[in-house]
């Protein structure tokens, strides 16, 4: 594992105590559907890229939204999984954020909106998920990366987890790279964090998050590896890029998968800024740790897409 420790931006800093003024006079988040709209208006304020196409579109039979870069790679596409809790989030709120990275690494990304609990419970998540990125497949594209924030960065490295090739005799192509952010991947809520953090995360809780894995989970393992990709057989997982801030609850979440991948051999970049709050590449408007991030993920996605050499093979 190779682990970047960023410092915090003086401009940053001060717009950080903002915004924690701001959130201590919100109403404490919550994941439940009568949340969804709220929440959507939130993620809807993050700025257009230029020179991207949106289109709305199914793939795989799921629905969600192309978002296309002028300049996009032929070939290569990224599948966008958003987050949420498994409870809150859509294609539509999260298509300008998406844009964002799909500008930055120059690849047509589908944003896919997969089902929301308690309506669809677990597996239907990763189900939606997998469809989509067969989806992909079908449609002819040869080089597929995965990326995500949170519920969205959990579904992603799911889908890589070598787990899934028990459930199926059918051979996909393998993505040949996953970018997350603030990944939500132990349902189970036993990293460290959770207590070390409590203080410091103005967004998340074990409380809040304890909330959604029960509407998704209903009742089901946590620790199954659909749900929680950190008990997963990481063997073979393509190179993963990760990026979480330091004062978020999921912090042990990002650095326990990281670990896990270099000990069974695996290539896992960890970037952990300081300062930083759950997902914050998404407060593009305000925050230089937000841009940075999101230069270094599409930078990262990009060097994999135009890599024609990169296609692995294996169960998916």
Known sequence: ???????????DRAAMLAMRGMIALQPKIEFEPDARPGFDALM???????GVAYEAATVGGIAGWWCRPADAIAGAAILYLHGGAYVVGSAGAYR????????????????????????????????????AYRGLIASGLTRIALAGDSAGAGLALALVGVQSSKESAETFRAPIAVAVMSPWIDLALAGESMKSQASSDPLLSLDVLSTGARLYLGGKEPRDPRASALYGDLRGVPPVFLHVGEDEVLLDDARRYATQVEEIGGTAELHVWQGMIHVFPANL??????????????????AHLVEENSVRHQHL
Not at 44 to 50: F, G, N, R, S
Not at 108 to 126: C, K
């Open 96 to 131: 300008h954020f998406a844009g964002q990275l799909a500008t930055r690494a120059r690849a047509a990304t589908f944003v896919a909106d997969y089902g929301l609990a308690p309506e669809r419970q677990f597996p239907a998540a990763y189900d939606d998920a997998r469809a």
């Open 285 to 302: 408007a305000l925050l230089r740790a937000a841009k940075e991030a999101l230069e270094l993920i599409g930078a990262f996605l990009r």
């Open 1 to 11: 594992m190779t682990m970047t420790y960023h410092k915090e931006h003086l401009l």
């Open 44 to 50: 809807e304020k993050t700025p257009a890229a230029d």
